[in-house]
């Protein structure tokens, strides 16, 4: 592009299937607007933007091919190098399985509008899921008037569901078997550097979000915004493992280096984050918050309220009250 205040994408997939893209180096997309209050034009932009890849195998029984059932995965992003003047250098909705590996991806510029503006360098939605995203609110009731187990608290294992109560065997059975209907949405987000530039002012760095699995592993983000930070790294999915990576964040005054949020399960352990890590599940049931390891470079008394304030708004007050 002439500008990266027009909005131009490196690879742009408006509907696709199992697509791969992989060791393509994205670069020179425009040059970043120097001056703060440049006009950025509204518009679909980023260096690789899928508007929406899935697994139906809909490409398959339109030629009549022999292999019409659904592909293994939406869509598979591996070792990339993307540098974006302006928006998100990843920007994917997905319906399926999506794999993010081994990429370098790094954002100048905060564009406008929409979630592009919410999340500066990494957006990513994969609503593949959503068949079994309930669940766990629907065995709420059930598992709550099944018999008492002791949960271990000292990082062991813990049951995912407790007792033997009719109705949660009935909510069971019948996600048992609207599951094929649909297909899964495991989502894997590892060894990847991320960066974003001095000029962004998005709240959120990277964003993930899942209605079924998340695997956000080994990565490095190092975000050089001076302002308007409020986490790093926010992930949310009904079972998420966000382990071993590395937060990096400039400006003093950021508030979170990883947020995470699960409807189900919860391991955030063993990251290392110059500001607070906090992470917290939404099920009244066991298994509970799994946080060990983490460090804090620059700990402050803040942490403990963000993890308070996290608590009171999204665990259920219930879980919160002994008896």
Do not use: W
């Not at 992989?22 to 950025?40: C, E, F, Q, T, Y």
């Not at 065997?169 to 550097?193: C, E, H, I």
């Amino acid at each position: 592009g002439r500008s990266g205040a027009d909005p131009v994408c490196g690879v742009f997939v408006q509907y696709g299937e199992s697509v791969e893209i992989a060791r393509n180096v994205i670069l020179d997309n425009g040059v970043a607007p120097s001056a703060a209050n440049a006009v950025i034009a509204d518009g679909m932009r980023g260096g690789i933007v899928l508007g929406l890849v899935a697994n139906f195998g809909l490409f398959a029984k339109l030629r009549n091919g022999s292999d019409a059932g659904a592909a293994a995965s939406a869509a598979r992003i591996l070792a990339n190098h993307v540098e974006q003047p302006v928006g998100c250098a990843l920007y994917v909705r997905a319906f399926g399985p999506l794999m993010v590996n081994d990429n370098v991806l790094a954002s100048e510029r905060s564009a406008v509008g929409g979630l592009d503006a919410l999340a500066g360098t990494v957006m990513i939605a994969n609503l593949a899921g959503v068949q079994s995203a309930g669940l766990a609110m629907q065995t709420t009731g059930a598992v709550a008037t099944a018999p008492a187990q002791t949960i271990a608290t000292d990082g062991g294992d813990q049951r995912l569901v407790a007792g033997t109560n009719p109705r949660l065997q009935t909510v069971l059975a019948q996600a048992v078997r609207v599951a094929p209907l649909l297909p899964v949405g495991a989502t894997l987000f590892n060894d990847n550097q991320v960066r974003a530039g001095a000029a962004h002012r998005s709240p959120v760095t990277q964003l993930l979000i899942g209605y079924d699995d998340v695997s956000y592993g080994m990565n490095q983000c190092h975000t050089d915004q001076t302002a308007n930070v409020f986490v790093n790294t926010f992930i949310v999915s009904a079972t998420l493992r966000a382990i071993g990576n590395r937060l990096r964040e400039r400006d003093a005054t950021t508030n979170l280096s990883m947020l995470t949020i699960a409807t189900r399960a919860n391991d955030t352990s063993l990251n290392q984050g110059d500001h607070c890590i906090v992470s917290q599940d939404t099920d009244p049931s066991p298994p509970s918050t799994v946080q060990a390891g983490n460090q804090v470079m620059l700990p402050g008394k803040q942490c403990a309220s963000f993890n308070m304030i996290t608590a009171l708004l999204f665990k259920p007050i219930a879980a919160t009250i002994k008896t």
